[in-house]
């Protein structure tokens, strides 16, 4: 087996503790890390996609139309234990992407990196934008990266310590990681792709790879079975979106640009440098599985026009492989390891690319957070993106029309369609709320009144968007709805009083803006639940 760590004659002038030391200050960050997204993650408001995960942590269950059944599950358990503020809400993904910093360092670490190694790729998470972004909403893409790495480390040490066991806890995190979002599944590939193609594809001919797979099938059953009972829904929703050509197809090169800006520009250098070292460096050509795992998962998602994002979560492997080359080459070490001749002489005059590295990713990383992170008021946020080098990134065509980007203009908005929605409510007399609902267009709509209505005395709301569909007309006939978002003249032909109270107030930020509110009497389709078939929007 090859010996991937450093040479005796260099690991005798470093001790352990200089590695402990480096970790101390890689989870120091962490926890820096943390507070930061904890005293930033209630500046705005509650996202839309947040109102759809707690709507469906309100209703357990092995599976949903648009995601696996984790995400929903654990923001249920964190409501009952730290309540609905939007820290409360937003502290699991705060703790994720703090926890990405310390698994990123543990990965160069293993790579064979010493201090300035583990440094280098923490702050590399830390600048990140995706990174950031992942930290300060609720979201699948939150545990994303930690449990890819996960899978990443465990492969790691099936490597480098010859020991096929630990593919079996591949196949554990993978698992978990298909519960949590299924676009681990391509990683995976990947993963059987790179090694197929490298000389550890002799691991195929031990069973304990296989006994990963069956592991991460069986931790995957449940939601596979509700899948299947339920007629592949996330299926149906994927083949429905790209048929409306909702999102936004981008050529290769502007493809690739973006992974740059998802990971920060100034980061680039170092995981393009980690890439390349995974391909050509004897030092990594025991894990050279892993550059051809992140190819096949650039290409799967190329093809299959996927969201910019959707390769974020490998980009901390490269990152810490990238962190190491770095190191070696600022120290004097040849891409192989061994010492050369200068490292005997002008350690001085190598020791200032060091912090100045750190201080030029710092400031960079500074200067974009606030893409990403709540820090200016809205119209500061305004003013700022006028002074940024490059147009922000959308990913769905929707989104153009919104002054701020989708992931701040979603998260305003939702209080003032509740109010309108409340007023109409109010016009109702007692005997009739009992049978009367609140049908919503989209489940951020339906969220928000679940959420935000409650304590205005709310029923919850009705939808046939994605899992709200599923959820069904909830016993309502359908003789009194009060009906967000749609147009007079459709609903006169559904209805035979049909009463105009009022649109939400403008709120000049939002993605959704003056939101029609009708207060609809007197059915003419029969039942609610004969036509709810027709109210299926799965897109």
Known sequence: MTDTSFPASDRASKDHSYLANGMLVVIAIALGKLLFHCYFNNRYGYFRDEFDYMACGDHLAWGYVDQPPIIPFLIHVCRAVLGDSLRSIRFIPAMASSLLVVETAILAREFGGRRFALLLSAIAIVIAPQYLSNGSLLGTNCLEPNLWMGCCYFAILAIKRNDPRYWLWFGVVAGLGLEEKYSIAVFGVGMVVGLLLTAQRRVFLNPWIWFGGLAAFLIFLPNLLWNIHNHWPFVELMHNIRADGRDVVLPLPQYFFQQTLLVHPFTAPIWITGLIALFVSLRFEPYRALAWCYLACFAVFFVLHGKNYYLAPVYPMLLAAGAVM??????????????????????????????????VLLASGAHLAPVVVPVFSPDKFIAYMKYLP????????????????????????????????????????????????????DYGQAGAIDFLGRPYGLPPALSGHQTYFLWGPRGYSGNCLVVLDDSRERLEELFEHVEYVGTSADNPYALERQIPVYLCRGARFGTLGKVWPQLKKWR
């Not at 004097?332 to 750190?358: C, D, M, Q």
């Not at 980007?405 to 109010?419: K, L, N, R, S």
Request: charged fraction near 20%.
């Open 326 to 359: 770095v190191e070696s080459a600022i120290n004097g070490r040849s891409i192989e390891g061994r010492a050369t001749a200068s490292l005997k002489t002008g350690r001085s005059l190598r020791t200032w690319p060091k912090p100045a590295i750190v201080i």
């Open 390 to 441: 490059m147009k922000l990134p959308v990913m769905e065509h929707s989104h153009a029309r919104a002054v701020l980007p989708q992931w701040y203009a979603d998260q305003f908005g939702w209080e003032e369609i509740v109010d309108e929605t409340v007023k109409a409510y109010n016009q109702l007399s007692p005997a009739e709320r009992p049978g009367c609902g609140i049908f919503a267009q």
